[in-house]
Nanobody, 124 residues
Framework: QVQLVESGGGLVQAGGSLRLSCAAS????????LGWFRQAPGKEREFVAAISRSDSPWYNTNAVKGRFTIARDDTKNTVYLQMNSLKPEDTAVYYC?????????????????WGKGTLVTVSS
């Protein structure tokens, strides 16, 4: 059974930083592309970032504009999202996602596995 478990969310002031982690189990981690989506209250789900199995990152530049960095550690079956210079509009539930087709992250559909999410709240 595949599990993706996010951690690291919480309450932070604007301008602060958080690092989200997602630990995966039940899959061959190195065979998957990994990514993060978020959903703010009352808004549609939004792609944030993804990283390929060959360690190439891709970002929603409109949303993160160089503030976020995605990384993976295949020895720990974990993907990270370092979030700096946080803004109140970054407030959302952040979801970890695993998929074998990198293009699915850009389409936002057909993704294989989702975590349950971790809440990030940025106060002004």
């Amino acid at each position: 059974q595949v599990q993706l478990v996010e951690s690291g969310g919480g309450l932070v002031q604007a301008g602060g930083s958080l690092r989200l982690s997602c630990a995966a189990s039940g899959l061959t981690f190195s065979e998957y592309d990994l990514g993060w989506f978020r959903q703010a209250p009352g808004k549609e789900r939004e792609f944030v970032a993804a990283i390929s199995r060959s360690d190439s990152p891709w970002y929603n530049t409109n949303a993160v504009k160089g503030r976020f960095t995605i990384a993976r550690d295949d020895t720990k079956n974990t993907v990270y999202l370092q979030m700096n210079s946080l803004k109140p509009e970054d407030t959302a539930v952040y979801y970890c996602v695993a998929d074998r087709v990198f293009g699915d992250f850009l389409k936002g559909s057909g993704l294989d596995y989702w975590g349950k999410g971790t809440l990030v709240t940025v106060s002004s």
